[in-house]
């Protein structure tokens, strides 16, 4: 007989039609996505405080907004029970380029990371992301080579997760705007508050579908 989570073992949701969270998860996701090419008209897109670290690293600037972009707007799809049952082939190349996006964002997010305004705080929340991004990533990767299926979906969304900080931090963002004087400030604790409580949401999600 089938265990009835086992049709749910890579999804967010147990049944075929998206709950209305799913659709706010995709509408916000996509919307950073769009939102994030302005920067690649140039640095007066960027906010002020960010500016520097822009000018400094413009290639790595770019491409860890563009492959977050990628990774955002694909990774919502990933978790469609009917897209994975009745289109595997499109769900395998969503999957290939949600991985590649994720890989090389994480890298790029290396390479920026200790230059984040907020100093030594923001330089470890971000290196740490980015660090974590890659890994539950290549993990969940490595769980659907072996063809173990739940391992993976417990570690896609462990990755999406961490790709969906790109919306909390945008979120959070306007926090430390308020007061420019005390941007570092903020910004540092938005370097974690960014990303800690999605994973340990997902992390509670994983248990409940276990």
Same mark, same amino acid.
């Given at each position: 007989?089938?265990?009835?989570?086992?049709?749910?073992?890579?999804?967010?949701?147990?049944?075929?039609?998206?709950?209305?969270?799913?659709?706010?998860?995709?509408? @916000? &996701?996509? /919307?950073?996505? =769009?939102?994030?090419?302005?920067?690649?008209?140039?640095?007066?897109?960027?906010?002020?405080?960010?500016?520097?670290?822009?000018?400094?690293?413009?290639?790595?600037f770019w491409t860890h907004i563009i492959c977050g972009g990628v990774a955002l707007a694909v990774g919502p799809w990933q978790f469609l029970q009917g897209l994975r049952r009745r289109a595997r082939s499109i769900h395998k190349a969503f999957g290939v380029l949600y991985v590649t996006a994720c890989v090389a964002g994480?890298?790029?997010?290396?390479?920026?990371?200790?230059?984040?305004?907020?100093?030594?705080? @923001? &330089?470890? /929340?971000?290196? =740490?992301?980015?660090?974590?991004?890659?890994?539950?990533?290549?993990?969940?990767?490595?769980?659907?080579?072996?063809?173990?299926?739940?391992?993976?979906?417990?570690?896609?969304?462990?990755?999406?997760s961490l790709t969906f900080a790109g919306v909390t931090l945008r979120l959070l963002l306007p926090l430390a705007l308020i007061d420019p004087t005390r941007f570092s400030e903020v910004y540092a604790a938005i370097a974690w508050l960014c990303w800690v409580p999605n994973l340990l949401f997902a992390q509670a999600l994983n248990r409940r579908i276990a």
């Open positions: 007989m089938t265990r009835p989570t086992s049709s749910s073992a890579h999804g967010l949701t147990r049944h075929s039609s998206s709950p209305g969270w799913w659709w706010v998860i995709v509408i @916000s &996701a996509l /919307g950073v996505a =769009a939102a994030s090419l302005r920067y690649l008209a140039g640095v007066d897109m960027v906010p002020p405080p960010l500016r520097l670290n822009f000018i400094d690293h413009p290639l790595m994480g890298l790029a997010a290396l390479t920026i990371a200790p230059s984040s305004s907020g100093g030594l705080t @923001s &330089a470890i /929340g971000f290196s =740490a992301l980015a660090c974590l991004w890659i890994g539950s990533t290549l993990a969940a990767v490595l769980a659907i080579l072996r063809g173990d299926a739940a391992s993976h979906g417990r570690w896609m969304r462990v990755s999406f």
